[in-house]
Nanobody, 120 residues
Framework: QVQLVESGGGLVQPGGSLRLSCAASGFTFSTYWMYWVRQASGKGLEWISGIHAGGVSTIYADSVKGRFTISRDNAKNMMYLQMNSLKPDDTAVYYC?????????????WGQGTQVTVSS
């Protein structure tokens, strides 16, 4: 059974930091690109960061570049998002996504999300 479980969300003041974690199980984690995707209330999904299956490259949306750092530990089937200099606009539900290109299209797995609220 495939599972992606996010944790680490919460309430933080502007300028603060949080570290999100994503625990994966039920699939070969080390062969999937992993992503963090967020959704603010009343808005659509926003992809914010991705990391290569082997961890050799990372990509970021402009909105988080220089503030957020994605990482993974394939030995532990874990992915992380270090979020610094948080802004109220970062308030959203954060999801982890596992994606693999296969014949016929992409295979996607999703977690249930963790709420991040940035407010004074």
């Amino acid at each position: 059974q495939v599972q992606l479980v996010e944790s680490g969300g919460g309430l933080v003041q502007p300028g603060g930091s949080l570290r999100l974690s994503c625990a994966a199980s039920g699939f070969t984690f080390s062969t999937y690109w992993m992503y963090w995707v967020r959704q603010a209330s009343g808005k659509g999904l926003e992809w914010i960061s991705g990391i290569h299956a082997g961890g050799v490259s990372t990509i970021y949306a402009d909105s988080v570049k220089g503030r957020f750092t994605i990482s993974r530990d394939n030995a532990k089937n874990m992915m992380y998002l270090q979020m610094n200099s948080l802004k109220p606009d970062d308030t959203a539900v954060y999801y982890c996504n596992a994606r693999k290109l296969r014949v016929g299209g992409y295979l996607d797995y999703w977690g249930q999300g963790t709420q991040v609220t940035v407010s004074s």
